[in-house]
């Protein structure tokens, strides 16, 4: 393979990613599939307090999604502005869950950048798999689909769309902070009345745990959230890989790769602060984002949006009820348009869809869950090449 230049950017324990690529791409674990297997070249861009960035002083904790993207368009200016080999290929934007906010809101300031020759790059679009860009959206989702679905009764129902309700009414007045813990609460009320579904496959439980039921009495609901998410992000990881092991992930950044960078401090660790990051963003977490992808649209960027089929949190029904609130001039006709069906390679079987009209492209993954490339690698691979019209292989 090629050497490729990537820049990968991490928010909380949710994962944004900014790919810029060459001629192709990789992903960042390691996948079963021989072909998959690819070796890349990696810059690293992370919001402070994720990964191994971190700070010493707690207030300078980012608080808003726009003071990350400030924060990350001042990286990009040092990366790329001193870099011609950079410059020379366009950024792609590719972020998953609430990374999607980050994306959007970092496009906008990217653009400002470049508009004012301040940064040096050609942004060459923006991708959203799976994104937090309309919490109001994902959480009047929940309810209906999971009563569909068979995992919620009429009166989980009924309880869920009320909590919906509370929390469209404190985003209404402002209340964002409100918002965000009656999101916990209905997560929480969600697991109890579905037998703990999978936040990230609905097909599937999430197990139990003894001591986030204990938490729970105590109130300590939003720990409880991001404890779920974590648990999630970790099985995932532990999929190819040994817990403790030499190729799990948290063992090989806080070990020998630490060593091999020599200018971790000793006291720091690889995502340690990780918790204090979502405590500082709570305000702005349940903040839609919809109007910055409409402002994206306008000024001509190439917006992919995908989703997994089988992914809760960020349910398609959500992310297609917000795609229908944009303003953009094409909307209409983008949902007019058929869909394409896709496939992977000899593979006849149905892998998803696709709709595409003018900037806007959308693809539903069969089979997925809230994470894509680990549940559908191969159309995941085929959708960035497209995105980036650049070969898969």
């Not at 230049?5 to 192709?24: D, E, M, Q």
């Not at 906008?108 to 799976?130: N, Y």
């Not at 204990?214 to 995932?236: D, N, Q, V």
């Not at 995502?271 to 910055?292: A, C, H, T, W």
């Amino acid at each position: 393979m090629a050497n490729n230049s990537l820049v990968a950017g991490w928010s909380w324990c949710f994962r944004c990613w900014i790919w810029k690529f060459c001629r192709s791409w990789t992903f960042g674990y390691k996948l079963k599939a021989k072909e998959f297997n690819m070796v890349v070249k990696s810059r690293s861009i992370v919001c402070v307090g994720t990964g191994y960035s971190f700070v010493e002083d707690r207030k300078l904790f980012v608080k808003t999604d726009d003071e990350a993207a400030t924060d990350l368009t001042t990286l990009l200016i040092k990366l790329f502005n001193n870099d011609e080999k950079l410059q020379k290929s366009p950024l792609y934007i590719v972020a998953e869950s609430y990374g999607g906010k980050f994306a959007v809101t970092l496009g906008l300031s990217a653009l400002k950048a470049i508009e004012d020759k301040k940064l040096k790059l050609t942004l060459g679009g923006v991708a959203l798999g799976d994104s937090w860009i309309s919490p109001e959206d994902f959480v009047f989702s929940w309810g209906p689909l999971l009563k569909d679905v068979s995992r919620l009764d009429d009166n989980g129902l009924e309880k869920s769309n009320s909590i919906a309700e509370r929390i469209k009414k404190q985003l209404e007045d402002g209340k964002f902070v409100d918002a965000t813990n009656s999101w916990s609460e209905l997560e929480n009320v969600i697991s109890a009345r579905s037998n703990n579904v999978d936040f990230y496959n609905f097909l599937v439980d999430a197990g139990s745990d003894s001591a986030t039921i204990a938490a729970s009495e105590l109130g300590l609901l939003k720990e409880i959230s991001m404890k779920r998410y974590s648990k999630y992000l970790t099985s995932i990881r532990t999929r190819s890989s040994t817990p403790g092991g030499e190729d799990d992930i948290d063992t090989l950044l806080n070990g020998v790769i630490k060593k091999k960078l020599k200018i971790i401090p000793e006291n720091v660790t690889w995502g340690g602060q990780s918790n204090d990051v979502f405590n500082y963003l709570e305000g702005d977490f349940m903040k839609p984002r919809i109007d910055e992808v409409d402002q994206l649209l306008a000024k001509g960027v190439n917006v992919t949006v995908y989703n997994g089929q089988i992914d809760l949190i960020c349910a398609t029904k959500g992310t297609e009820a917000w795609l229908r609130k944009l303003k953009w001039e094409g909307l209409r006709s983008f949902l007019g348009k058929d869909r394409t069906a896709l496939y992977c390679g000899s593979d006849k079987t149905t892998k998803g869809f696709y709709r595409s009209y003018k900037n806007l492209q959308f693809y539903w993954i069969l089979g997925a869950g809230h994470f894509v490339p680990t549940d559908q690698p191969c159309v995941a691979l085929d959708m960035i090449a497209s995105i980036t019209q650049s070969p898969a292989t």
